[in-house]
């Protein structure tokens, strides 16, 4: 219950009601972006003994009433209702501070049962090197990427079958604890919820006139005479440009329209990708990721590499080595080979990939094979890009 875990006097409204809200969510609004919770709960009553995190769950569960996404009622008979938990995240800047509390109510997939509580699941997802073909043609072009969010995607596509879940832990109906929910829109942890999403964007930006490429099919071309507006969408992401400022505001009206949109301006930071958009070209790097990587390893004061591995070093299953994890059976040589690429990415981290706008938009590919290089089994390998 609400006013078990959190104090009945910082409550706003009857204790009965199914969603209350804090008397300091009315001044997390003004605050909110200046003051969050730097640590992330280990479960609900850790979130619930800090303002923040309650405010980010009022926050989704206000999601999920604006998007009519269930309906409180009683079991039917021989119903088996789907879990559901809280997932906190911390979102971050690209400096690693951070700038938002994220409280995710998630359904609890894996009790589903296929052909019951869902059929098909598929949903296209933009490839890396799509993305990057984008940004290397609106460098050639000379025009800029935006970037649109959409708040709580998946809670707006509808699905076909009829699922019921349990109420949101921490936040039970005082006087109805043993209902459950019916739901109408799709929720995160459903496996029919990527898929469910995709369906209902597709058919927005389609009927908006867009074409929808016939390979990648996260990718939607809108022409318009001479002027065209390209559209690549990656889950709840969408990256957009075109030649035409009215296309592109018409664009961004419309889905405004039909979701909760957070616009946020030109493409900076994408998929881990910082992005840097310039008269000159486009510069693309992992700095912040690289960062993180090193400190999570404990490698960030290491000293640096200028390459990934020796040209004297030959990895095999060193089986007399001695082992370092019992499950997968690495030996020392092997952690040490790691380390040396950590110690590259040092090396290299501000490294990056540079899409000149006076480069031309030519594709050239490239192979590489090694024939019986293997020194366990003697296959050989290739590689081409």
Sequence with gaps: MVQRDHPSRNIIGGLNERVTRSRSTSLAHIAHSAFVASFKPHDVGHALSDSNWVNAMHEELENFERNQVWVLVEPPPHCSPIGTKWVFKNKQGEDGVVVRNKARLVAQGFCQKEGIDYEE??????????????LAFAASEGFKLFQMDVKSAFL????????????????????????VFKLQKALYGLKQAPRAWYERLRKLVVGQGFQMGSVDKTLFLLKHGKDFLIVHIYVDDIIFRGSSHALCSKFSEQMSREFEISMMGELYFFLGLQIRQTPQGTFVHQSKYTRDLLRKFEMADASPQMTPMSTSTALDADEDGKEVDQKVSPRESHRTAVK?????????????LWYS????????????SDHAGCRMDRKSTSGGW
């Excluded at 699941?121 to 984008?134: C, D, N, Q, S, Y």
């Design 340 to 352: 040396r690429i950590l110690r590259y990415i040092k090396f290299t981290q501000e490294f990056g």
């Design 121 to 134: 699941t598929f949903a296209p997802v933009a490839r890396l090197e799509a993305i990057r073909i984008l």
């Design 357 to 368: 706008a006076d480069s031309s938009l030519s594709l050239h590919g490239f192979s590489d």
């Design 156 to 179: 707006n596509g509808f699905i076909k079958e009829e699922v019921y879940v349990r109420q949101p832990p921490g936040f039970e109906h005082p006087k109805f604890p043993n209902r």
